[in-house]
């Protein structure tokens, strides 16, 4: 019984050091990636992925029911007739306002070629790339273009489409994807919103620039208010310079004619006294 107890003991407490083990592995996994939760994919490790041929490095995930491929630095994946992107695999999605345009140039057909190792007729050798090769490479891999100069994509024997051919196919795919991505609903109501977003802020700018305007204008207003001021008080001020001149030429001819008429008498008497 005593037995029983301690391994129970023993028990509970691996349960209660594990929970509290993934409660701290699912808080630092939300906080180093955070962004739209999509459907998870159940992944036991890092993805391999494999390049596809006649892109421009555009590699995918084999062997999962749902598409998901990384280029440019970036994990993509679609949902729901949406796109979104990120820096890690698991993680972190962003929503991705179009669609990208490395998948212009993936083939609809990518998933039954590389079941048969087949491209185009064409034995396909392919590289499952591990995770830390292709985080260490795929930059040097593309400025290199190693896997279509070098390699030839493991394509045995396949001579890769003319660049005309590239982008007659890719105008043809950006056509049909284009219109049948902006048909969608919910990409209509996207784009609504969008445009109603831009509708705000274009009016927001324009109400600025208004008040900006009359902002300038006041301060025009106010400025010529202050120099009539400025002018009527230089105004006043001659006007009273000219005042007090007045004044005081009167009162200098006032005691002018004050002296000459005190001076008068004098002169009288005396000749009176002669």
Known sequence: MKKKNIFIRYFVLLVMIATFMACVVTSNHENMGMGISLPPIRFYGPPDVVVMPDTDDVYFVPDIDVDM?????????????????????????????????????????????YRNRNWYGHRWDYDRIPHPRLQQNWNSWHNNRYWERERNWGVQGYQPRQQQQKQEL?????????????????????????????????????????????????????????????????????????????????QDQGKSQNQQSQEKPEGGNAEQIK
């Open 170 to 250: 890719r105008q043809q795919k950006q056509e049909q994807y284009h219109q049948q991505y902006e048909q969608r609903p919910e990409i209509q109501q996207d784009q609504q919103k969008r445009h109603e977003q831009q509708r705000l802020e274009q009016q927001k700018h324009e109400e600025q620039n208004q008040i900006q305007q009359d902002q300038q204008q006041n301060k025009e207003e106010q400025n010529q208010i202050q120099k009539d001021q400025q002018k009527r008080h230089e105004q006043q001020r001659l006007e009273q310079q000219k005042h007090e001149e007045q004044n005081q030429i009167q």
């Open 69 to 113: 491929f990384f280029w440019n630095g970036w994990w993509w994946r679609p949902w729901e007739g949406r796109w979104y992107r990120s820096q890690y695999y698991d993680r972190g999605w962003d929503y991705y306002n179009n669609v990208p345009s490395f998948y212009y140039d993936v083939d609809p057909g990518w998933r039954g070629y």
